[in-house]
């Protein structure tokens, strides 16, 4: 095993920076040159040891991170030991890395030709596209030959062993040449790479240990799929030879276009027709939606161009959570024929009318801004609702009530207080799902049941998410290792490490509200959480907390920062941050 502490993109002659195929090129480069049956130099076994250890390091994307942001301390604690090669045969070197020899021949091992893919189309309405639904396609494809069991030979007999490759599947032809033995290999031009040959062929199949069948395959298409996107079937394309692995089956998917919809994304628009006299007046218009016909109320004065927005009334996301809006665009339908009473009864309309027939009329939001937000007003769509925000000084009682003018105060609509819990929703984060009590988790999901409103964390900020993606992410990695929540408000972060498994799971928090309504989380989740009050910046955590962290060297950084949740900061063994 080489122990070189030389800086691995400086043995390749690289900048940090390189590209795979720059990493490649300067290992072939430097192989052909420090090979000990090229090279006299007395150090080339050394160096080529050194060059072999750098590629395999820089090479692979999961030990260049580590190596890149950690170096040659972070290979060791990861238990990285670089292969052993015996450096006897050139080509033996390339083909351990690049599954080939020095001039890209073919690798060695038997070449079992995989199955072709096939290709499938069905149609489907828009409709269907949003509630998913099932298609029997036809299919026509090579399968294994039920005679012969796919081995080609006639039942009774057996394939022998290739004469020529002797079994192997392929060639090697070897040349010498002042720079050493070089050895190229192909598949064996007698058997095809399969390493042996049939010699009494199966009747059915002729020896090729395939037929072909037309057969039909149920496919499921899932809710929210687009036009053009493709379905995988894993398997179902044509058959092997001699028994190798089947393609697969791509199915295209093709959308039916709807002459009521235009779809754009997960949303869908569609337009609704009034005549002058009903977006004059008012009406109550019924309008095609994807689940069913539904009726609208349009206000006196609608003008053509409004848009009315149907929250969750479009299509579903693909493999994921909600649905987009139908948009709805209002088109006023102006007649082209009168009559002669018509046309009088019209000219007579017209010369009544004045400009404050016309003039838009300021609604209670263009009021509102106005009289308390002179600097702005802004709408964010947040889905089920719109959030209004702007920054603003205060305003006094007397000022907003002259600024409202004629606006009638009416009471207070009992329950406003808790109206924010229709804009509330839970938060998805991989197998994760968080939200309030009022809410049904998926059957599949690890619920986190957080009640909002009683202390920070929800999981909706940002800063959480991530901290619970590598909660999830770690895992698998780091098993049942000790988590510490750093200002654990409501204890989201500790609850879910411990439901995903994390052992021992701890809580720190300043403010004794914030450590009470961990507990009480934690109690409601059925979750293993030891929450207390301390001041990250002064106290460190119990000493079993630090020596469970302490007993995994390679660990204890990754645990560290899957504990961070959120200010004033995050302990580590050894130090304060």
Same mark, same amino acid.
């Given at each position: 095993?080489?122990?070189?502490?030389?800086?691995?993109?400086?043995?390749?002659?690289?900048?940090? %920076?390189?590209?795979?195929?720059?990493?490649?090129?300067?290992?072939?480069? /430097?192989?052909?040159?420090?090979?000990?049956?090229?090279?006299?130099?007395?150090?080339?076994?050394?160096?080529?040891?050194?060059?072999?250890?750098?590629?395999?390091?820089?090479?692979?994307?999961?030990?260049?991170e580590v190596y890149d942001r950690y170096g040659h301390a972070g290979l060791r604690s990861g238990g990285f030991t670089p292969s052993q090669f015996d450096l006897g %045969?050139?080509?033996?070197?390339?083909?351990?890395?690049?599954?080939?020899?020095?001039?890209?021949?073919?690798?060695?091992?038997?070449?079992?030709?995989?199955?072709?893919?096939?290709?499938?189309?069905?149609?489907?309405?828009?409709?269907?596209?949003?509630?998913?639904?099932?298609?029997?396609?036809?299919?026509?494809?090579?399968?294994?030959?039920?005679?012969?069991?796919?081995?080609?030979?006639?039942?009774? *007999?057996?394939?022998?062993?290739?004469?020529?490759?002797?079994?192997?599947?392929?060639?090697?032809?070897?040349?010498?040449?002042?720079?050493?033995?070089?050895?190229?290999?192909?598949?064996?031009?007698?058997?095809?790479?399969?390493?042996?040959?049939?010699?009494?062929?199966?009747?059915?199949?002729?020896?090729?240990?395939?037929?072909?069948?037309?057969?039909?395959?149920?496919?499921?298409?899932?809710?929210?799929?687009?036009?053009?996107?493709?379905?995988?079937?894993?398997?179902?394309?044509?058959?092997?030879?001699?028994?190798?692995?089947?393609?697969?089956?791509?199915?295209?998917?093709?959308?039916?276009?709807?002459?009521?919809?235009?779809?754009?994304?997960?949303?869908?628009?569609?337009?609704?027709?009034?005549?002058?006299?009903?977006?004059?007046?008012?009406?109550?218009?019924?309008?095609?939606?994807?689940?069913?016909?539904? $009726?609208?109320?349009?206000?006196?004065?609608?003008?053509?161009?409004?848009?009315?927005?149907?929250?969750?009334?479009?299509?579903?996301?693909?493999?994921?959570?909600?649905?987009?809006?139908?948009?709805?665009?209002? %088109?006023?339908?102006?007649?082209?024929?009168? *009559?002669?009473?018509?046309?009088?009864?019209?000219?007579?309309?017209?010369?009544?009318?004045?400009?404050? %027939?016309?003039?838009?009329?300021?609604?209670?939001?263009?009021?509102?801004?106005?009289?308390?937000?002179?600097?702005?007003?802004?709408?964010?769509?947040?889905?089920?609702?719109?959030?209004?925000?702007?920054y603003t000084d205060a305003a006094g009682a007397a000022e907003v009530r002259a600024a409202f003018g004629d606006v009638v105060e009416a009471e207070v609509t009992p329950?406003?207080?808790?109206?924010?819990?229709?804009?509330?929703?839970?938060?998805?984060?991989?197998?994760?799902?968080i939200g309030p009590d009022w809410e049904t988790p998926p059957q599949d999901a690890i619920a986190v049941v957080i009640e909002p409103a009683r202390a920070f964390g929800?999981?909706?900020?940002?800063?959480?998410?991530?901290?619970?993606?590598?909660?999830?992410?770690?895992?698998?990695? /780091?098993?049942?290792?000790?988590?510490?929540?750093?200002?654990?408000?409501?204890?989201?972060?500790?609850?879910?490490?411990?439901?995903?498994?994390?052992?021992?799971?701890?809580?720190?928090? $300043?403010?004794?509200?914030?450590?009470?309504?961990?507990?009480?989380?934690?109690?409601?989740?059925?979750?293993?959480?030891?929450?207390?009050?301390?001041?990250?910046?002064?106290?460190?955590?119990?000493?079993?907390?630090?020596?469970?962290?302490?007993?995994?060297?390679?660990?204890?950084?990754?645990?560290?920062?899957?504990?961070?949740?959120?200010?004033?900061?995050?302990?580590?063994?050894?130090?304060?941050?």
């Amino acid at each position: 095993m080489a122990t070189t502490q030389r800086d691995y993109y400086e043995i390749l002659g690289l900048p940090r %920076n390189a590209t795979d195929g720059d990493i490649k090129k300067a290992f072939r480069r /430097l192989a052909r040159e420090l090979h000990p049956d090229v090279s006299d130099a007395p150090d080339a076994h050394d160096r080529f040891r050194e060059v072999a250890e750098a590629y395999e390091v820089l090479s692979k994307p999961e030990t260049r991170e580590v190596y890149d942001r950690y170096g040659h301390a972070g290979l060791r604690s990861g238990g990285f030991t670089p292969s052993q090669f015996d450096l006897g %045969n050139l080509a033996d070197i390339f083909s351990a890395f690049f599954g080939d020899d020095l001039f890209g021949g073919a690798g060695r091992g038997r070449a079992q030709a995989r199955g072709a893919d096939v290709a499938a189309q069905v149609e489907i309405e828009l409709v269907e596209a949003a509630t998913g639904t099932t298609r029997e396609v036809p299919i026509r494809t090579s399968v294994s030959c039920g005679r012969c069991g796919g081995s080609g030979a006639e039942p009774g *007999t057996s394939p022998t062993r290739c004469p020529q490759c002797e079994g192997s599947g392929y060639l090697q032809h070897v040349s010498r040449s002042a720079f050493g033995q070089f050895v190229r290999t192909q598949p064996c031009t007698r058997c095809g790479g399969a390493g042996t040959i049939v010699e009494t062929p199966c009747d059915r199949c002729a020896g090729s240990g395939r037929v072909v069948e037309e057969r039909s395959l149920r496919v499921e298409i899932p809710p929210g799929i687009h036009d053009g996107q493709r379905i995988r079937l894993s398997g179902e394309g044509h058959a092997g030879a001699l028994g190798s692995r089947s393609g697969d089956l791509f199915v295209l998917v093709r959308v039916v276009p709807d002459e009521r919809f235009v779809r754009e994304g997960d949303d869908i628009f569609s337009t609704v027709d009034l005549t002058v006299t009903q977006a004059a007046l008012g009406a109550e218009v019924t309008v095609p939606t994807l689940q069913g016909d539904v $009726a609208l109320q349009f206000e006196p004065g609608t003008q053509p161009g409004e848009i009315r927005v149907l929250r969750g009334r479009g299509m579903p996301v693909l493999q994921g959570f909600g649905r987009g809006d139908q948009r709805v665009l209002v %088109n006023v339908r102006v007649p082209r024929r009168l *009559t002669d009473e018509q046309r009088r009864l019209l000219e007579q309309l017209e010369q009544r009318f004045t400009e404050d %027939n016309y003039r838009d009329d300021e609604g209670f939001f263009d009021k509102l801004k106005i009289a308390l937000f002179p600097a702005g007003f802004e709408e964010r769509d947040r889905g089920r609702g719109l959030e209004l925000a702007a920054y603003t000084d205060a305003a006094g009682a007397a000022e907003v009530r002259a600024a409202f003018g004629d606006v009638v105060e009416a009471e207070v609509t009992p329950g406003w207080e808790e109206r924010w819990r229709d804009f509330h929703r839970p938060v998805r984060v991989g197998p994760l799902w968080i939200g309030p009590d009022w809410e049904t988790p998926p059957q599949d999901a690890i619920a986190v049941v957080i009640e909002p409103a009683r202390a920070f964390g929800t999981g909706g900020h940002p800063t959480t998410r991530l901290c619970l993606e590598l909660l999830v992410e770690l895992r698998s990695e /780091l098993g049942a290792a000790s988590v510490l929540d750093v200002g654990c408000g409501s204890g989201v972060l500790a609850v879910a490490a411990a439901l995903l498994g994390y052992r021992p799971v701890r809580g720190i928090d $300043a403010d004794g509200t914030a450590v009470e309504e961990t507990r009480r989380n934690a109690e409601v989740n059925d979750a293993s959480v030891d929450a207390s009050c301390a001041d990250a910046l002064t106290a460190e955590p119990t000493s079993s907390s630090r020596t469970s962290r302490a007993r995994r060297s390679r660990r204890s950084h990754h645990a560290s920062a899957a504990v961070c949740s959120s200010p004033p900061g995050i302990w580590r063994p050894g130090r304060r941050a």
